[in-house]
């Protein structure tokens, strides 16, 4: 096995009260505790070696490859000006900026942190076969991400504590559904030692 971790969305627009997102998700996010767990995998992953991709979701001027195709994405696309790349609520949240300066970071303008960027071949050049996935929201980008890269072959774990979403009940659900459509569920504990 040739691991990688996937680290997606860790971005103020989505954790933090004042993002895009906050509304929904910043008071889950905080009571969870997930942005301390998750900030502790990756540095114990990059202590061990393990490469770790940040993913951002931002929208560059014209728009990139964002398509107004869903709720969520026609919010975004009215709101574009928040998540230009240089924008405040684009940036990575600063519990975890200096570990994307040890790994690497994508910009994409979609749900799936390995669409519209180059993540699967950068993947595929490094010969990583296996990735654990972090992030927010469970039932949106880690969820869209992990089926993703299962149906391009990679062997995909979401780590269930270092994933939140909105509600108690969507993040249950969606890991419910990834125990299904991936090769597993794990802790960050459990991704460690695997790795």
Same mark, same amino acid.
């Given at each position: 096995m040739n691991a990688a971790v996937l680290a997606l969305h860790w971005q103020v627009n989505v954790i933090k009260p004042e993002g895009f997102f906050g509304g929904m998700l910043a008071e889950p996010v905080a009571r969870s505790g997930v942005v301390a767990r998750a900030a502790g995998f990756h540095a114990a992953a990059l202590e061990t070696g393990l490469p770790v991709i940040f993913t951002r979701f931002v929208v560059p001027e014209g728009e990139g490859a964002l *398509?107004?195709?869903?709720? *969520?994405?026609?919010? *975004?696309?009215? %709101?574009? #000006?928040?998540?230009?790349?240089? %924008?405040?609520? #684009?940036?990575?949240?600063?519990?975890m900026a200096a570990q994307a300066? @040890?790994?690497?970071?994508?910009?994409n303008q979609k749900l799936s942190g390995l669409a519209g960027n180059d993540v699967l071949e950068w993947l595929r050049a490094q010969d990583i076969d296996t990735v654990f996935i972090t992030g *927010? #929201?469970?039932? @949106?980008?880690?969820?869209?991400?992990?089926?993703?890269?299962?149906?391009?072959?990679l062997t995909v774990h979401p780590v269930a504590d270092c994933t939140a979403a909105g509600t108690d009940?969507?993040?249950?659900? %969606?890991?419910?559904?990834?125990?299904?459509?991936?090769a597993g569920c794990l802790t960050a504990a459990q991704a460690l030692e695997l790795s």
């Open positions: *398509v107004r195709n869903t709720p *969520v994405m026609g919010a *975004v696309a009215d %709101a574009q #000006a928040l998540f230009r790349p240089d %924008a405040a609520g #684009a940036q990575l949240i600063p519990e300066k @040890l790994g690497h970071v994508f910009d *927010v #929201a469970t039932n @949106l980008t880690v969820e869209q991400t992990a089926r993703h890269g299962s149906d391009c072959g009940d969507a993040h249950a659900a %969606a890991l419910a559904n990834l125990d299904l459509v991936t």
